[in-house]
Nanobody, 121 residues
Framework: QVQLVESGGGLVQPGGSLRLSCAAS????????MDWYRQIRGKQRELVAT???????NYADSVKGRFTISRDNAKKTVVLQMNSLKPEDTAVYIC???????????????WGQGTQVTVSS
């Protein structure tokens, strides 16, 4: 079955940078949008950035100008480059992808396990 695995999280000081990666594997016939969400403690999960198969990206207002989403279709990977990090960016970051997973054209969203990002001095 399809799996999404994130990596790159960790502890960083305010103003620092982190690069998160999410790799998809398994029985994948096609991938449409790939997204990054984050879960801030005590808050609802929110969409951070999304990128289409053709590379068109959109961002939450809170991260515009600081984060960049990209993808490598050959590697089935989506990356979130996070710069100028702030304490309020602290969250579990979760990868999501809209994937066709069967020969019969069935599609659904898949979720990664999440990776912790902590921004603190």
């Amino acid at each position: 079955q399809v799996q999404l695995v994130e990596s790159g999280g960790g502890l960083v000081q305010p103003g620092g940078s982190l690069r998160l990666s999410c790799a998809a594997s398994g029985s994948i016939f096609s991938i449409n949008d790939m997204d990054w969400y984050r879960q801030i403690r005590g808050k609802q999960r929110e969409l951070v950035a999304t990128i289409s198969n053709g590379g068109s990206a959109n961002y939450a207002d809170s991260v515009k100008g600081r984060f960049t989403i990209s993808r490598d279709n050959a590697k089935k990977t989506v990356v979130l480059q996070m710069n100028s990090l702030k304490p309020e960016d602290t969250a579990v970051y979760i990868c999501n992808a809209d994937i066709q997973y069967s020969f019969y054209g069935l599609r659904r969203s898949y979720w990664g396990q999440g990776t912790q990002v902590t921004v603190s001095s």
